[in-house]
């Protein structure tokens, strides 16, 4: 069992409960900004890919909607989750598979290409790389690729300082000198930079349609919108879907999600 394997079961079997992961008030918020954005590029017929599908929040509700979906997810203790909620009316096939290999899949298959979890946990450029490409080559001509990805300074906040973890991250070299969060498997996530991840997808060919904070800063102060009221918290999911694609807020997301057109 290769490291990637062997952690990524232990995280999402024993620490990260993934079914649950988006019921909260703070964390909604990310399926609804990237439901707000797939929602503009689909259209009747349309066919979806999700590579890294979780226990499949996204390709359920879209297969629901009566939109072919194809699911693909690495860790099976997730994947038999997705299975067990697919019902007779959706059209969905959920297969165990990784994101730098979808060669059981055909060239310009999908209308749209959602990777919404692999980023997170590939070390290698080599793997980030062939996981682009292969998103890329399975979409269509003009199609749309959505990728998420952590930006680096969001961790700093989120786990260095809000969880205690300055010094340790520091003793034990987590962190660089120029506070960039150290690519390897132990460490279970990979960070970005926003502009590192712009340049990798121009260097793959993918056309930057936008950039967009899909959690904001709503894990930091997750205590406080949980208890937010109904109305409290329209007023700032609001704020946050009119702020979400400015610069200036994103870093410090918690997630962020890169869309691109195939040309």
Known sequence: MNDRNEI?????????DEDTRLDSKHAQLEFLTTDRYVQKYLKPGCRIL????????YSLYYAKQGYKVNAIEY?????????SKITNEMDIVAEQGD???LSRFADNMFDLVLVLGPLYHLYAEEDIH??????KRVCKKDGIMMFAYLPNDSVMI???LLKGNLKTGYDNKQFDENFEFC????????????????????ANGIKKI??????????HFKNIVDNLSEEEFEIWKNYHFSSCERKEVQGYSTHLLYIGRKM
């Open 99 to 101: 994101a730098v290999d």
């Open 75 to 83: 860790v099976q203790s997730n994947l038999d989750v997705l299975k």
């Open 183 to 202: 690519s390897e498997p132990s460490e279970v996530f990979r960070t970005f930079y926003i502009d590192e991840v712009e340049k990798m997808m121009d």
């Open 8 to 16: 990524l079961n232990k995280f999402y079997n024993e620490i990260c």
């Open 210 to 219: 936008t950039n967009v904070s899909t959690s904001g800063v709503s894990q």
């Open 130 to 135: 062939k996981c682009i490409r292969e998103a």
């Open 50 to 57: 999700e590579v890294g599908a979780g226990t499949g929040k």
């Open 158 to 160: 989120s786990w260095a």
